[in-house]
């Protein structure tokens, strides 16, 4: 089947991102929010990337930044107006709703993307299974969780599986595609399709793995600057400038928390610290010398003081 509505469960930093995204490549979008609440915080990160498609397609034009192949292909003479006049559809068509069964109304796609807590995950595709059309594949976004733990709850099993994405999704554009035991295979070829034609590098995850490609590298790479912090063995700007003037990288561990969000942070952390029979065992070992406590710990008073990150305007840095 070729999709055509997509529901975006969230409006996080990447469900915005993947919704823009969507409907930036001319998909129906509806994003499903919880609250009110949920819409102040969600409606300004699609405003926000307007803004960023805006400058990226005004850059790309200008020969001022690198290209974004989320947004253009470089071998092409780029149409700025016509960019950004999808970039503007997209973010009008954008629909918030906060009732369930109204928002995935004949869906085809459901892509999850709440944070890393799995009975609130488990709570959520129980909500969902009954009000979904036969045909409606869901997806999740998951950063480190694996989609076997939840296969059943969808009440499709054979129509559910792994999308993740990386975070700037149009700038770094892959997305992971992970099945599970009863994923059907046409299913799996359907969401490598759907990741090709919102503009990302479909790439094909065949075995079960916690942290699939991209974060099976980027989380211990955090927890070891996590650690360091923790343990007091240095500050985050010191061990930012470590890792950013010591490897050429752009950032270092403590400014990618702050962009991702330092809840989505927490979560992980509480996952190794809390329940250790989620993990894969080899995983899992590699891990333990880390001192979850005291970084879960630190972490929760941070959040406690509203410093969240880039959202919240300030976290391990200012960004007000």
Not at 60 to 65: D, H, L, N, P
Not at 82 to 104: C, F, N, P, S, W
Request: proline share 4%; net charge neutral; hydrophobic share 40%.
């Amino acid at each position: 089947m070729s999709f055509k509505k997509v529901v975006v469960a969230g409006g996080g930093v990447l469900g915005s991102q993947i919704a823009f995204q969507a409907a930036y490549c001319g998909f129906d979008v509806t994003i499903w929010l919880r609250s009110k609440g949920s819409i102040s915080r969600t409606q300004p990160k699609i405003d926000k990337l307007l803004d960023t498609y805006r400058e990226e397609i005004e850059g790309m034009a200008a020969g001022s930044v690198t290209w974004c192949a989320g947004i253009a292909d470089s071998d092409t003479p780029l149409d700025k107006e016509a960019r950004l006049e999808r970039a503007q559809a997209a973010h009008d068509g954008i629909k918030l709703e906060l009732d369930l069964a109204t928002a995935v109304a004949d869906a085809d796609l459901v892509i999850e993307s709440m944070a890393e807590d799995a009975k609130a995950k488990v709570e959520f595709y129980e909500k969902l299974a009954p009000l979904l059309h036969a045909k409606t594949v869901i997806a999740t976004n998951s950063s480190t969780l694996l989609p076997s733990q939840f296969a059943k709850c969808t009440g499709r099993p054979d129509r559910y599986l792994a999308l993740h994405f990386a975070n700037s999704i149009w700038r770094n554009n892959t997305a992971e595609v992970m099945g599970q035991a009863s994923t059907d295979p046409a299913c799996f070829d359907e969401m490598l399709e759907f990741a090709n034609q919102i503009r990302m590098i479909a790439l094909p995850v065949r075995k079960e793995k916690n942290g699939y490609l991209l974060n099976s590298m980027l989380v211990p790479w955090l927890l070891s600057g996590l650690d360091l912090w923790a343990s007091g063995v240095s500050d985050p700007k010191s061990i930012d400038i470590a890792w950013e003037h010591g490897t050429g990288a752009p950032k270092g561990p403590f400014r990618v928390i702050d962009t991702v969000g330092l809840n989505t942070a927490y979560n992980i952390v509480l996952q190794f610290q809390s329940v250790p029979g989620l993990l894969n065992p080899l995983f899992k070992k590699m891990m333990l010398p880390y001192n979850y406590k005291q970084i879960a710990r630190l972490l929760k008073s941070m959040i406690d003081e509203g410093k969240l990150g880039m959202s919240s305007g300030e976290g391990f840095y200012s960004y007000k």
